[in-house]
């Protein structure tokens, strides 16, 4: 768990999130505490240690708080970003991009989204969209090191 956390107190006390109930909001704020690139891999673990039932997830689901993927356990929190302020795009260097990529997308406000946005990519900055499949398939098909890793890691770093 992190030292430190950074929250938008407007956004979590304004009239999107005044939809939830305070146990989801308690939830919410603890999926902050464990994500990474905006990924929770262990969303019901967290739900189990507050002991919330899991009507408090289907809330922040139902909200749009936190998105999921059929099939995949892991979950990502859309206003990650607006939070942490952190780049939009790090979330294609996480181990979740090859099953996320060209289904998450960022808005300009850094809310992260189903729908595709005009003229923007997975990142919600200028990439193209064919950069960003290059550099996710580099990532996908790494198997040969840490100077491979680090290289490709440069790669996202300088498109931005």
Request: include cysteine; hydrophobic fraction near 40%.
């Amino acid at each position: 768990m992190r030292d430190r956390l950074c929250l938008d107190y407007k956004y979590i006390f304004g009239d999107h999130m005044a939809r939830c109930s305070h146990q989801a909001k308690l939830y919410y704020i603890k999926l902050m505490f464990h994500a990474e690139n905006g990924f929770v891999a262990n969303s019901l673990e967290v739900l189990d240690s507050l002991g919330f039932d899991k009507s408090v997830f289907i809330e922040l689901v139902a909200n749009e708080e936190i998105l999921t993927l059929p099939g995949r356990s892991e979950v990502f929190i859309t206003s990650y970003f607006l939070h942490t302020r952190f780049n939009p795009a790090s979330w294609l260097s996480s181990p979740y991009a090859i099953y996320w990529k060209g289904k998450l997308y960022t808005k300009k406000n850094g809310v992260a989204t189903f729908t595709p946005q005009s003229n923007a990519d997975p990142s919600g900055e200028s990439h193209t969209q064919s950069e960003i499949k290059r550099l996710v398939n580099e990532i996908a098909d790494l198997h040969s090191g840490k100077a491979q890793w680090d290289s490709i890691l440069a790669d996202i770093e300088s498109v931005k």
